[in-house]
Structure formats: C-alpha cells, structure tokens
Nanobody
Framework: VQLQASGGGLVQAGGSLSLSCAASGGPSSRYTVGWFRQAPGKEREFVAAIRWTGSSTYYANSVKGRFTISRDNAKNTVYLQMNGLTPGDAAVYYC??????????????????WGKGTLVTVSS
C-alpha cells in the first residue's frame, strides 16, 4: 500500500487546512488509517485515526473538537479537517495505514504503511 499525504501549507493562527491521504496499491479500505505529526525537535505523536468502517474515530486530546477525520473508501482517501489551528499544531503530518485495533490506534507500531509527510506551518 502506498500513501500520499497532501494539503499542507501556511496558515494563520485560527485558520483551517484540510489534509488528504490517498492510498493505492492494496486493499487500503480494510485498514485503520491514522494521522501523526512531528514538530521540529519533538517526537512523532498521534493526532487522529479512523477505522476502516468509518464508524469509529479517535483523537488526541490536543486536537479533539478542532480536527475531524473522515474517509471515503470509494476514493481510497482519508481526510483530516483542521480548524482553529495554533502555532502548536505546526508540524510535518504523516498518514499511516495498518491493522490497528482499538487498543493500538495511537501507537506508531500498529501501522505498517507510511506516507511521506506534508508540512503544516501556522503563523501567529
């Protein structure tokens, strides 16, 4: 499975961005897809995830209520709508796919496939 993240860019604090993660090359619709981010000098951290049915979503506390993850299996694409962005959200955002289950959706090891990141910059 190949993943391609896109949609990053420069936005002012309080603004919005929508990231996309397009999958190809495998039965990606059966995988849990997660978004992680890594800011300079910090470890990669979990942001959000969605199970393959789309009925279950998971969020880091830091983005809950501001970010929304969704998926369109017909298009093999997962979206991350980010609203109310703050400078603390600035990072390289990565999407990943794997057979993560409820207890492992926040852990990087649960994801077998990773895309190249897309940079989100938030100006204050």
């Amino acid at each position: 499975v190949q993943l391609q993240a896109s949609g990053g860019g420069l936005v002012q604090a309080g603004g919005s961005l929508s990231l996309s993660c397009a999958a190809s090359g495998g039965p990606s619709s059966r995988y849990t897809v997660g978004w992680f981010r890594q800011a300079p000098g910090k470890e990669r951290e979990f942001v959000a995830a969605i199970r393959w049915t789309g009925s279950s979503t998971y969020y880091a506390n830091s983005v809950k209520g501001r970010f929304t993850i969704s998926r369109d299996n017909a298009k093999n694409t997962v979206y991350l709508q980010m609203n109310g962005l703050t400078p603390g959200d600035a990072a390289v955002y990565y999407c990943a796919a794997g057979l993560a289950i409820v207890s492992t959706v926040t852990t990087q090891r649960a994801y077998s496939y990773w895309g190249k990141g897309t940079l989100v910059t938030v100006s204050s």
